[in-house]
């Protein structure tokens, strides 16, 4: 789904003013017992180490529903939720979920030079026509670095896999990459290797970038009906736990990468932080 499409997709999705409200009532009953705060905590469990005790001010591009920069405040940080269609923050304002939001192109950002701390683009980056136009966007107004959770090209690694998908069945290739993934791709369209980070961030000079895999890929229609006790969410659970071991032993590739491409050198407690919680990090001067 392209960028404006993704965009107009909320709309079609949730077309009234009431719809929106209903969405977030939803959210607020069902509270943390719900399956989609679960699956929400699996993709916000990467940002830890640079939201955790350290308050900071964040700009999260793309940001539909307001999310991303509801976390982070709830965390003790500033946060700007922006988007291309903002009639869903304006209601997420209206109903106490985020102080504050506004338009915004991700690759034309109207922000100063170094004006927030860190920058996130959750769950939307490989759906950007200019990718490179909206990172060095991001890079522009970030003084400390640019957080990209997203979905990768899954098997650059992994040879065999690559060929199995690519030359197999439809039947195969679904059960492979997982229809139900949270960006429904079944093709490596849009979907961005490691490696085109690492190019992109020597080219920058950054001095270092972090990577991590993980696999969110749980989502399901009316998840956030659905409260964490249910029978569905111990299937879940099940699922999660054979597909991180399928994951570690390469047998199958993550979906989802996070990058955190950085403009200084973060101080010692991030990095510690960061190493603690599975990030490979790159000191990009040193392999200059």
Known sequence: MSY???????????????????????IKTAG??????????????SIEPLVKNRPRKWLTVADAYGFDARYIIANGSDALAINLNTDFLEV???E????????????????????????????????????????????????MGVVIIGAQHPVPDMPLVHHIITSGTNRLNQLITNPDSFAGATSFAGQVPLSDFEKFAAQFNSPMIASKT???????????????????????????????????SKTIPAQVLTN???????????????????YEVVNMIANS
């Open 92 to 94: 997420a304002k209206a």
């Open 4 to 26: 404006n499409l993704q965009s107009e997709w909320y709309d079609q999705k949730f077309p009234t003013r009431t719809s929106k409200i209903d969405f977030y009532n939803n």
């Open 214 to 248: 993980t696999d969110p890929n749980f989502y399901f229609d009316k998840t956030v009906a659905d409260a964490a006790k249910d029978e569905r969410f111990i299937t879940i659970n099940i699922r999660q736990e054979v597909v991180d071991l399928l994951i570690k």
């Open 260 to 278: 955190i491409i950085f403009k200084q050198y973060p101080d010692a407690n991030v990095l510690k932080a960061l190493e603690k919680d599975g």
């Open 32 to 45: 943390n017992n719900s399956i989609a705060e679960w699956l929400q905590q699996l993709f916000f469990n």
């Open 96 to 143: 106490g979920f985020i102080p504050n939001y506004a338009a915004g192109d991700v690759e034309k950002l109207l922000f100063a030079d170094d004006e927030f701390d860190y920058v996130l683009c959750k769950d939307h980056y490989h759906n950007l026509p200019g990718k490179d136009v909206a990172l060095l966007e991001m890079l522009r107004v970030a003084k």
